[in-house]
């Protein structure tokens, strides 16, 4: 089995992604931005930042941004496509653990987008992935994230979903489940990943990704205990809807107190 978030998933991510609307997605961070912040964002800090499609478009608007991962992999293609960037130098990328970090500065805002926060599977990850923010924003700084919604994953419950995207060169199909563990608020996705050119398969993997999913009482009290504040908590991408059953992803707002 390979570990999660493998070479080989690395190098279909941004395929199997290509109709996320990473533009639409920048724009609400922007919004939040200039709704929420107590002074002019400037610098931004991406964690988990994956091949670097958020820090890219928001270095292109204008912002300084620094992006973390832990796979060396997804940096690869990161750092790929910003030294393609007219002023590549906005936008920096770091190997590293979210929840021991440290770049020793502050920046104005934060990111953990794509469901990062929910990938910290323990109690004492979610709360040093917290810290190592906090330590990491300035006061009043903002914390922007997205997480797996509780009501939402138990009422819908995870089903089989096949996704076929097509490439110039053939295609990569992917296959995924989940099960649920609800005494640990865990959802288990398995992933059978192949990338065909031709007719022939050239690769293929199979990871199992662990996901936890959050009830807002849990989030609020995590955040509190890391030095934040959360100011809102939304349906996602529909971030003026609040948040029930049907929404599975849900974004967060907070603030560094």
């Known amino acids: 089995m390979n570990k999660t978030f493998s070479p080989i998933y690395a190098d279909v991510y941004d395929v199997l992604y290509r ?16 709704t929420y912040s107590d002074g002019s964002i400037h610098s931004v ?51 590293g653990d979210i929840r021991s970090i440290d770049l020793q500065r502050h920046f104005d805002a934060a990111l953990m987008m794509f469901a990062v926060l929910s990938y910290q599977l323990e109690n004492a990850d979610v709360l040093s992935a917290l810290r190592t923010t906090r330590r990491h924003l300035r006061p009043g700084g903002l914390l922007i994230f997205d997480v797996w919604y509780g009501p939402a994953v138990l009422h819908q419950r995870p089903s089989q979903r096949i996704k076929v995207m097509p490439t110039s060169e053939g295609q990569v199909l ?55 504040a959360l100011i809102r908590l939304g349906a996602f991408p529909e971030f003026g809807r609040d948040p029930d059953e049907t929404t599975w992803n849900v974004l967060g707002v907070a603030r560094a107190v």
């Open 19 to 34: 109709n996320k609307n990473y533009t639409a997605e920048c724009d609400l961070i922007e919004c939040i931005f200039q």
């Open 45 to 95: 800090l991406d964690l988990g930042c994956g091949t670097g499609n958020h820090a890219i478009l928001l270095a292109q608007r204008g912002y300084k941004v620094v992006g973390v991962d832990r796979s060396e992999s997804m940096l690869t293609y990161a750092r790929e496509k910003a030294a393609k960037l007219s002023n590549s130098s906005s936008v920096t990328f770091h190997q």
């Open 174 to 228: 992917r296959v995924s489940s989940g099960e649920l563990d609800v005494c640990h608020h865990i959802c288990t996705v398995h992933f059978h990943v192949w990338r065909i050119v031709g007719n022939r398969l050239v690769a293929e993997t199979r990871e199992n990704h662990k996901v936890r999913y959050f009830f807002p009482l849990e989030l609020e009290f995590y955040l509190e205990c890391s030095g934040f």
